[in-house]
């Protein structure tokens, strides 16, 4: 059984046109005009294949097919939510590819064991509504609905009333059931499988993520006449912020990752030193211990810049998730299905955040890497190959089925039963 490749093609095309920035890419922040009219498409595919369609109290949906089905499904999906310069296929390919295997399923007429389902999280990004994967945390009982309908974005706009707006806001109480298991298919957004020639990456799990935001309060003056010993310029301590971000990653022992990916000076004029400026700090790691580390190192710095300038830092906690392994069984089972299929693979760690990393949580969960054109993402030059595409689906395709008809289990024995042969 194969995926039918154009029509997968057709859908991320087509998905693709909502939010279009004119530059290849997508913008469709959480909970906008533009997510909506992409989940109604979305939810439209699915109706037309008689899946059913629930929508849960921080607006994931789930597609489930049989429409009647009682048992915990296979789960699949992803997230069609985007950065402001989002590409096309970030998140959407999970759900797309989740989608197209399932309408493969019921086109062939395949009696499964248990039921198959794709899912939508809501807000996996976290542009809008800190923190990222709020959806899928939800989902899995990480966080409370009120405290996630509470959030709020950056202009004040509450996340619930957002949600009921765009009329997303369904009966489906949180947390789930969990299902069966969950696998993900997702493009790389990194380097890794291009450089080495590789179409299939198996993922092991996803670095811890640390996401803060920093209030720095100085004093806004005359850039002319404030001689710069008298200055408490907070522009001045969030580069030397960001300049420390940048040294405890590259250091011996640091953090993977780090960035400062936003920086508002205030008023934002060039004749004014900055009274105030917010930034943000992105530190990741595979390792809880070295992250934590590094978090303790960054607020020490933190601390010694603001008093030697005389400003006052406010820091706020966007997200914090230690990283996450996936399940080795089912690592082991893309490997094998991809090795199956004639590509070549490699295990590797996700660099990014992904809903599989919340699901772990609760049920047997996997993701599937397809390469990413130059390793860029959140950027519209986001690009995966159609081939690579229809490869990672025939994968995902394949996984769904041995989860879903229980051969991972006669797999299982057949190894123990081989490695007792020959013993
Ligand atoms: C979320 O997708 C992230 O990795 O930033
Ligand atoms: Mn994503
Ligand atoms: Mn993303």
Redesign the pocket.
């Known amino acids: 059984m194969k995926i039918d490749a154009p029509r997968l093609h057709r859908r991320i095309a087509a998905l693709a046109e909502i939010g279009d920035t004119g530059d290849g890419g997508v913008c469709r922040l959480a909970l906008t005009d533009d997510d909506k009219a992409g989940r109604d498409l979305v939810l439209t595919w699915m109706r037309e294949l008689g899946l059913r369609v629930e929508v849960d109290v921080v607006g994931n949906i789930t597609g489930t097919w049989p429409a009647d089905a009682t048992e915990a499904p296979v789960l699949t999906g992803s997230h069609i939510d985007t950065v402001r310069t989002g590409g096309r296929f970030d998140g959407n390919l999970g759900v797309l590819a989740g989608l197209e295997c399932i309408e493969t399923v019921i086109t062939a007429g395949t009696e499964l064991a248990r039921p198959l389902a794709v899912g939508v999280f809501t807000d996996?990004?976290?542009s809008r509504f800190a923190p990222?994967m709020l959806g899928s945390l939800v989902f899995v009982g990480g966080m409370a609905p009120e405290e996630a309908l509470s959030t709020s974005d950056r202009d004040g706009l509450v996340l619930g009333d957002e949600l009921a707006r765009i009329g997303y806001a369904g009966p489906i109480p949180c947390p789930q059931r969990p299902p069966h298991a969950y696998v993900e298919l997702h493009v790389e957004q990194g380097p890794v499988l291009e450089a080495e020639g590789i179409t299939i990456g198996a993922v092991t799990g996803v670095q811890g993520?640390s996401w803060q935001e920093l209030t720095i309060t100085g004093q806004s003056n005359h850039a002319g006449t404030t001689p710069m010993h008298l200055r408490h310029d907070a522009g001045a301590v969030a580069a030397q912020i960001a300049v420390a971000v940048r040294d405890l990653a590259t250091s011996p022992g640091g953090p993977h990752v780090g960035t400062v990916g936003r920086l508002d000076l205030h008023p934002d004029l060039v004749n004014v030193v900055a009274g105030r400026a917010v930034l943000t700090v992105d530190l990741r790691d595979t390792d809880e211990a070295v992250l934590a580390a590094a978090e303790k190192s960054f607020a020490e710095q933190v601390r010694a810049l603001a008093e030697a300038e005389g400003v006052e830092v406010a820091t706020r906690t966007l997200a914090r998730f230690e990283p996450v392994a996936f399940d080795e069984a089912l690592v082991d089972l893309v490997e094998a299905i991809a090795t199956e299929h004639g590509h070549s693979v490699k295990r590797l760690p996700s660099g990014?955040?992904?809903d599989a990393q919340m699901l772990a949580r609760v049920c047997p969960s996997a993701m599937v890497f397809v390469p990413s054109v130059k390793g860029i993402s959140h950027n519209p030059a986001e690009l995966t190959s159609d081939s690579d595409i229809e490869a990672g689906a025939n994968v995902l395709l394949d996984l769904l089925l041995e989860l879903a008809t229980d051969r991972l289990q006669i797999r299982k024995r057949s190894v123990a039963g081989s490695a007792e042969g020959a013993a």
């Open positions: 996996e990004e976290g990222d993520i990014a955040g992904h």
